[in-house]
């Protein structure tokens, strides 16, 4: 057998067998659930992030770039319909090719009722006619432990190669998960019944896993600015209530904020619930988790 036909036989052996050996393609909506799965594809292949950059992912747009991505992924895992609903047509075009994880939908998830009374309500009455579970599940270390599991799950399946390396990974990432959680329990403990306000209800799990004492938001959904009414009563609440702090987003800076707290002692600063500052990947959900804790911590506890 000639030489050069020998090697061109090696080399289409050597490419089958990598193709064999190589992790699916995957692809995550959102960095802190990017970051859980890409916790467990550790060692293996690292998962496409979908959303990238200091972004909302109310009322996104995807770029061409990012349906190509999906038309070459064999798995994406998202939060569900209620929060990346901009992924829904697309979905629909590539059904039957791509394999969808919604998490809302994963049986041990923890979900919370959005809520909508209160200084939670709308001052929107479309928007107070969708009763349904709140989208910021992740913010429950016990629900990244359900996401972790999901993950490994859906992996191995998909990729029964790997299948030892995405448990080893998941049972580790359990305990760190874990861990984080009493961690977190201990570092907010002083500061559970100070009151304070948010942007938007983008809290809800990490404030129900903690007790904090959370009191309402100025904005149902961030995309649309509170009416007069609306801003009246947040600002009554802010003289009435004693509260310390209120809490924006990176990605909001309305120049009505301040105005609501003028005449008065509250601060402002910032909490990020995506984590859309950090840097993508295995470490990011915990870096997330802990400098939402130590900005709460740091805004509420008494001098």
């Known amino acids: 057998m000639p030489a050069i036909l020998r090697l061109s036989l090696l080399l289409t052996a050597s490419l089958c067998a990598m193709q064999a050996a190589a992790s699916p393609r995957v692809v995550v909506s959102i960095p802190p659930v990017h970051s859980l799965v890409a916790g467990v594809m550790e060692g293996v292949a690292a998962p496409e992030l979908l959303i990238k950059g200091s972004v909302s992912v109310h009322g996104y747009t995807l770029r061409p770039s990012q349906l190509r991505t999906l038309g070459h992924a064999r798995l994406l895992i998202r939060v569900g319909s209620q929060l990346e609903g901009f992924l829904d047509r697309p979905l629909a075009v590539l059904e039957g090719q791509l394999r969808v994880v919604d998490l809302l939908q994963l049986p041990g998830m923890v979900l919370l009722p959005a ?3 209160g200084m939670w309500r709308s001052d929107q009455q479309h928007h107070d006619t969708h009763q349904h579970s709140d989208s910021h599940l992740w913010l429950d270390p016990r629900n990244a432990e359900a996401v972790v599991s999901a993950a490994v799950a859906e992996l191995s399946t998909l990729d029964p190669t790997h ?46 896993r903690y007790d904090l004492a959370a009191v309402g938001a100025v904005v149902a959904t961030p995309e ?42 509250i601060r402002i600063t910032i909490l990020d619930p995506l984590g859309n500052t950090l840097t993508p990947g295995p470490e990011l959900y915990f870096s997330l988790m802990r400098n939402l804790a130590a900005s709460l911590v740091k805004c509420l506890k008494p001098s």
Request: glycine share 4%; charged share 30%.
């Open 115 to 117: 809520r909508s009374s």
């Open 163 to 208: 299948a030892d390396r995405y448990r080893a990974n998941g049972v580790r990432l359990l305990e760190r998960l874990r861990q984080l959680d009493r961690q977190l329990a201990a570092t907010l403990e002083p500061i559970r019944e100070i009151p304070y306000l948010v942007f938007h209800d983008a809290y809800h799990y990490l404030e129900q």
């Open 224 to 265: 649309h600015s509170p009416g007069a009414r609306r801003l009246r009563l947040v600002r009554k609440q802010i003289r009435q209530g004693g509260i310390r702090c209120l809490f924006r987003e990176p990605q909001y800076a309305p120049p009505w904020l301040r105005m609501l707290t003028e005449d008065s002692d």
